[in-house]
């Protein structure tokens, strides 16, 4: 064999740091070691695999096209080696989730994980949806959970669980009474359209994935409605609100225990579609390893009814 494993373990790394200094850092290595270890599968196939712009190293054409089978092959490789070692699972699973599956969901994932596998090592970015799904393409994360519909000819993307959004507002808000009036049964407590328009509003970001389902279901009131902030953090946008600032629009799953405790109330908008999917996000290319197989089992299993991660 004409390439090691360690060659191939500098190349990935460099593939996502773009810089060889710090890939050797992430691999424990030295710098010299690192650069000969890239130079030498280089030369011994007589290709190039990034374009160099000073310290800066991108993929070219074939570095790109050569990056999922390596990733696949060191996979393996680890498997392999997990197995001598008398291990069936373990090593590091790379997950990226949007912020309120981050935040309200997948933490409890994670402990049923590294429950039922506790060898292993589970690394948990947070960011929106646009971030997340970008991560995923370039191989910086193995598996992401995201909120928000996203379209990749390279990204496979598939429905996990149903969610919803809900308008919200202080209880000291003026239209906090009519949580109450709906409550029995009182048409008139329902939010037209012009009480939409009228409200300030407190909103995820553009580019989250709340947002794009806040947006389609405000469909054609757009233009007319008064945004005070547009905030990255759910927790945020609750204090906010509970300043009386506005009214917001978040996943049910954020607002549950504040519903509970009395600090938010919930508006009535039935005439607007606030549903929404949770989705899986993998690269198509992506070696599904035990480990990523064992993740969106456990997934799977946290989103059926009366079962929890």
């Given at each position: 064999?004409?390439?090691?494993?360690?060659?191939?373990?500098?190349?990935?790394?460099?593939?996502?740091?773009?810089?060889?200094?710090?890939?050797?850092?992430?691999?424990?290595?030295?710098?010299?070691?690192?650069?000969?270890?890239?130079?030498?599968?280089?030369?011994?196939?007589?290709?190039?695999?990034?374009?160099?712009?000073?310290?800066?190293?991108?993929?070219?054409?074939?570095?790109?096209?050569?990056?999922?089978?390596?990733?696949?092959?060191?996979?393996?490789?680890?498997?392999?080696?997990?197995?001598?070692?008398?291990?069936?699972?373990?090593?590091?699973?790379?997950?990226?989730?949007?912020?309120?599956?981050?935040?309200?969901?997948?933490?409890?994932?994670?402990?049923?994980?590294?429950?039922?596998?506790?060898?292993?090592?589970?690394?948990?970015?947070?960011?929106?949806?646009?971030?997340?799904?970008?991560?995923?393409?370039?191989?910086?994360?193995?598996?992401?959970?995201?909120?928000?519909?996203?379209?990749?000819?390279?990204?496979?993307?598939?429905?996990?669980?149903?969610?919803?959004?809900?308008?919200?507002?202080?209880?000291?808000?003026?239209?906090?009474?009519?949580?109450?009036?709906?409550?029995?049964?009182?048409?008139?407590?329902?939010?037209?359209?012009?009480?939409?328009?009228?409200?300030?509003?407190?909103?995820?970001?553009?580019?989250?994935?709340?947002?794009?389902?806040?947006?389609?279901?405000?469909?054609?009131?757009?233009?007319?409605?008064?945004?005070?902030?547009?905030?990255?953090?759910?927790?945020?946008?609750?204090?906010?609100?509970?300043?009386?600032?506005?009214?917001?629009?978040?996943?049910?799953?954020?607002?549950?225990?504040?519903?509970?405790?009395?600090?938010?109330?919930?508006?009535?908008?039935p005439h607007r579609d606030f549903s929404r999917r949770f989705y899986f996000v993998l690269h198509r290319q992506k070696y599904?390893?035990?480990?990523?197989?064992?993740?969106?089992?456990?997934?799977?299993?946290?989103?059926?009814?009366?079962?929890?991660?």
């Open positions: 064999m004409r390439y090691t494993l360690r060659q191939l373990d500098v190349f990935l790394a460099t593939a996502r740091l773009e810089n060889i200094t710090r890939a050797a850092a992430s691999l424990a290595m030295s710098q010299s070691a690192a650069s000969g270890a890239l130079r030498e599968m280089e030369q011994q196939f007589g290709i190039a695999l990034f374009d160099r712009a000073g310290k800066r190293l991108r993929l070219n054409d074939l570095g790109r096209a050569l990056l999922p089978r390596a990733e696949a092959l060191l996979e393996q490789a680890r498997e392999l080696e997990e197995m001598l070692s008398g291990h069936s699972e373990g090593g590091e699973l790379r997950v990226g989730a949007t912020l309120t599956i981050g935040n309200y969901l997948a933490v409890g994932i994670m402990a049923r994980y590294m429950s039922d596998v506790p060898d292993a090592r589970v690394v948990l970015e947070v960011d929106n949806t646009e971030h997340i799904a970008d991560a995923v393409l370039h191989f910086r994360l193995d598996v992401g959970l995201i909120e928000g519909e996203f379209h990749h000819p390279e990204l496979e993307v598939t429905p996990w669980r149903d969610d919803d959004l809900m308008v919200f507002c202080s209880p000291e808000h003026p239209l906090a009474n009519r949580a109450a009036l709906s409550a029995v049964g009182l048409s008139d407590a329902v939010l037209s359209d012009a009480d939409l328009e009228a409200a300030t509003w407190i909103l995820r970001e553009p580019g989250s994935g709340t947002r794009q389902t806040f947006d389609r279901a405000m469909h054609g009131l757009l233009p007319g409605l008064n945004v005070l902030l547009e905030l990255q953090h759910t927790e945020a946008i609750k204090r906010a609100v509970e300043a009386g600032l506005g009214i917001g629009c978040l996943s049910r799953v954020t607002l549950a225990e504040a519903f509970r405790r009395g600090s938010l109330v919930p508006l009535p908008v599904r390893s035990r480990s990523i197989t064992r993740w969106l089992e456990l997934c799977t299993a946290a989103a059926q009814p009366n079962i929890t991660p």
